[in-house]
């Protein structure tokens, strides 16, 4: 997806964003009142600078535009940044969130990114090249997400493990 210029106030020049940004997930949820159905919508969105740095936002809105808009901003807040070796992950990592159970391993240069559809998606706006995964367990992308998350939070580099080490 090709980054989005933002306007900087009426009539003023575009400002390039840092990040890309990715809607993963846009779903309209209803909460049943007294006086009838109150419907929403819920954005599940991707953000990251493809070097590294990426961020996962979830809000709900009035309408599409201002869920996504919430969902970018509080994604912006939460950015994880992962280390990278060679355009891959520095290990192997095993992480189960809820129902979903994830391995992520590194792969070698021209693997590509071999992942299902959440998966890949945080991989390329992480700017990962080469890595393999498998999803077992829910077909949720929420939680298939939030456990991609979990897995770059355990991951170190040779580095943080050998200052961890002395």
Same mark, same amino acid.
């Given at each position: 997806?090709? &980054?989005?210029?933002? &306007? ?11 990040? @890309?940004?990715?809607?993963?997930? *846009?779903? &309209?949820? /209803?909460?049943? /009142?007294?006086? !009838?159905?109150?419907?929403?919508? &819920? ?6 600078? =493809?070097?590294? =740095?990426?961020? $996962? ?9 201002? +869920?996504? /808009?919430?969902? *970018? ?9 992962? #280390?990278?070796? @060679? !355009?891959?992950? #520095? ?11 994830? *391995?992520?391993? #590194? ?14 998606? *945080? %991989? ?8 393999? +995964?498998? $999803?077992?367990?829910? +077909? ?6 939030? %456990? ?7 991951? =170190? ?10």
């Amino acid at each position: 997806m090709e &980054r989005r210029p933002k &306007r900087n106030g009426p009539g003023g020049e575009r400002q390039q964003s840092e990040f @890309d940004q990715k809607v993963v997930e *846009v779903s &309209r949820v /209803t909460r049943v /009142t007294g006086g !009838g159905k109150r419907m929403r919508f &819920r954005a599940l969105v991707v953000i990251g600078d =493809r070097k590294g =740095r990426v961020g $996962m936002g979830l809000r709900k809105g009035r309408d599409v535009a201002e +869920s996504v /808009t919430k969902a *970018v901003n509080h994604a912006k807040k939460n950015i994880l940044v992962i #280390p990278l070796v @060679d !355009g891959t992950i #520095p290990h192997e990592t095993k992480v189960k969130y809820k129902a979903s159970i994830l *391995v992520m391993r #590194p792969a070698k240069p021209g693997t590509g990114v071999i992942a299902g559809g959440a998966v890949r998606q *945080v %991989a390329e706006m992480a700017g990962i090249k080469n890595m393999m +995964s498998k $999803m077992f367990g829910s +077909s949720n992308k929420v939680n298939n997400i939030k %456990a991609v998350f979990s897995g770059f939070r355990a991951m =170190r580099s040779k580095e943080q493990l050998a200052q961890k080490r002395k």
